[in-house]
């Protein structure tokens, strides 16, 4: 016959209560008393129903990862991370891509609100109403997802003024940006904003394109950018999908880089993707996606989180500038 956590109660000499709050992890049991329990665990060869106990507790031990595609290298190496430390606060992940389809962030809510799941780390392009959300521990990246909703981002202004100014220091005049704006007010927007001031400051002209654009379609917008801004001698791309269109097109339209035109992106997810030794603000998705899984885990539990985390980028140079 199988071990009891009654048979536990008995040979450790406390209450059945007492050995449940043992197991379940509770830190009102006195140590002594603690280890007392843990011991006739161990004799007894005491297994504790996990599934039973999680649902007593009412979790599930589990989180998902909400990210709008999964062929993209920031989310891929984001993802990674995300379930390896998720796992080491004896969190499973699961990963959702969005498609940029509103209704699978909807139905990922309404599996928190069913307890299907604990929380929920997001990468959305959408909004959702304060009712929506409420009672909801959920932590995006960069996008405000609600008053109450922890964030973490990059040094978003700081490190695009930087890059500009490092295109400016190499000679260009005619400095372009082109970015992907989402739908929800995010701190990516913070780069088309540092771009503007850094031009301003300098007294030199704006040639900007920065629309809302699916996966998928950036060659498009990054063929009208260049109709439009042909002259352009540097750029700066707000992210990695753009940054591999406009290198393509550049290079499809005889341009030589960095000679003809200068490029830095914002991302830095090239080295594992590509030879193409991009200059670029490389973002710490390592840190992020550790940081965004720790706070998960505190809001989980109730306690006290931070708003606003920001991370500092790395400036990397390489074959794209001079």
């Not at 989180?63 to 606060?89: C, G, M, R, S, T």
């Not at 909004?127 to 990246?141: G, T």
């Not at 930087?162 to 005619?174: F, M, N, Q, S, T």
């Not at 290079?251 to 594992?272: A, E, L, W």
């Amino acid at each position: 016959m199988a071990t009891t956590i009654k048979d536990v109660a008995d040979y450790s000499g406390v209450g059945i209560g007492t050995v449940s709050r043992v197991i379940n992890g509770e830190k009102s049991v006195k140590p002594a008393t603690r280890e007392k329990v843990r011991n006739a665990m161990k004799v007894l060869q005491f297994t504790p129903n996990d599934m039973a106990s999680r649902l007593r507790r009412n979790e599930t031990r589990c989180i998902a990862l909400l990210v709008p595609v999964i062929n993209h290298p920031f989310f891929a190496k984001f993802a990674y991370y995300v379930e390896d430390e998720a796992d080491k606060f004896g969190y499973s992940t699961i990963l959702v891509s969005s498609q940029q389809r509103v209704q699978k962030e909807t139905d990922i809510i309404g599996r928190i609100h069913r307890r299907e799941v604990d929380g929920a780390v997001f990468v959305t392009h959408f909004s959702h109403s304060e009712e929506e959300l409420k009672d909801c521990p959920i932590v995006s990246i960069d996008r405000h997802f609600g008053d109450d909703m922890p964030f973490v981002t990059s040094d978003n202004y700081s490190a695009t003024c930087r890059a500009v100014e490092y295109l400016i220091e190499r000679g260009c005049k005619d400095i372009g940006y082109i970015g992907s704006k989402p739908l929800v007010f995010s701190e990516v927007m913070e780069r088309e904003r540092a771009y503007r001031d850094t031009m301003a400051k300098h007294n030199l002209p704006v040639k900007a394109v920065n629309e809302i654009i699916l996966h998928g379609e950036e060659q498009k917008v990054v063929r009208d950018f260049l109709d439009k801004y042909s002259d352009i001698d540097g750029v700066f791309a707000s992210g990695y999908s753009l940054a591999q269109s406009l290198y393509g097109e550049l290079i499809n339209r005889g341009k030589r880089i960095p000679d003809d035109v200068q490029m830095v992106s914002y991302d830095g997810s090239f080295g594992q993707w590509n030879n193409r030794n991009f200059t670029c603000v490389e973002q710490p998705v390592e840190q992020m996606a550790r940081e965004v899984v720790k706070i998960l885990i505190k809001k989980i539990k109730g306690e006290d989180v931070e708003i606003r985390t920001e991370l500092k980028t790395e400036f990397v140079t390489g074959m794209t500038t001079k």
